[in-house]
């Protein structure tokens, strides 16, 4: 009896040791993807224009787990800026890139406003969505657009007075952006 026993405590022993060092069955840590999120610059600033700020991707993250960085242009003149965030293609884009109801959806759901006007555009030569309002107390427009270029998801946060020269200087910055 005392040899089955002392049997059956070897063969546990060599089974303990044998699956410790093969990992004990548990799967390996998953190797974390690399990202693939570029940092765009605008290839364009205006004359009184300045880079104002600028977060590294990575600063921001929401709730859905979409992480960011973030570029701003700022006008000297009368304070317009243009905010250029750029992070993970957040997962409703996903095979959606170029899905124009997509990109306005996001568009909305990125808004920090309740937009007057919603559509689609080519920014940088792609599908964008947009939403934008205009405050007639302060005679300017606020507008959010959402593309992505590449593998990076651009979100586009501006404010600018409601004149063509602003907004002219607005859209060259937005559409001089390149990876």
């Known amino acids: 009896m005392k040899m089955k026993r ?13 699956s410790l060092s093969c990992g004990g069955g548990e799967e390996p840590a998953p190797t974390p993807t690399p990202s693939l999120v570029v940092k765009p610059s605008a290839g364009y ?7 104002s700020n600028e ?26 800026f243009v905010q250029i965030y750029y992070g993970d293609v957040p997962i409703e884009l996903e095979g959606q890139e ?8 996001r568009a909305v759901v990125e808004s920090m406003f ?14 964008a969505g947009y939403t934008k309002t205009y405050y007639s107390d ?13 593998s990076t998801c651009i ?8 004149t063509s020269e602003d907004e002219a200087q607005v859209m060259s910055i937005i559409n001089s952006i390149s990876p």
């Open 6 to 18: 002392f049997i059956v405590v070897m063969l546990l022993g060599v089974l303990l040791v044998s």
């Open 45 to 51: 600033v205006p004359q009184g224009w300045y880079l």
């Open 55 to 80: 977060d590294p991707y990575g600063t921001y993250e929401e709730p859905d787990g979409t992480v960011w960085g973030m570029i701003e242009y700022t006008d000297t003149e009368d304070a317009d």
């Open 98 to 105: 170029t899905n124009s109801d997509a990109l306005i959806g």
């Open 114 to 127: 309740e937009p007057d006007e919603t559509g689609v555009m080519i920014v940088s030569g792609q599908v």
């Open 138 to 150: 302060m005679d300017w427009y606020e507008m959010e657009i959402v593309f992505v270029l590449d």
């Open 155 to 162: 979100d586009i946060y501006t404010i600018y007075d409601a």
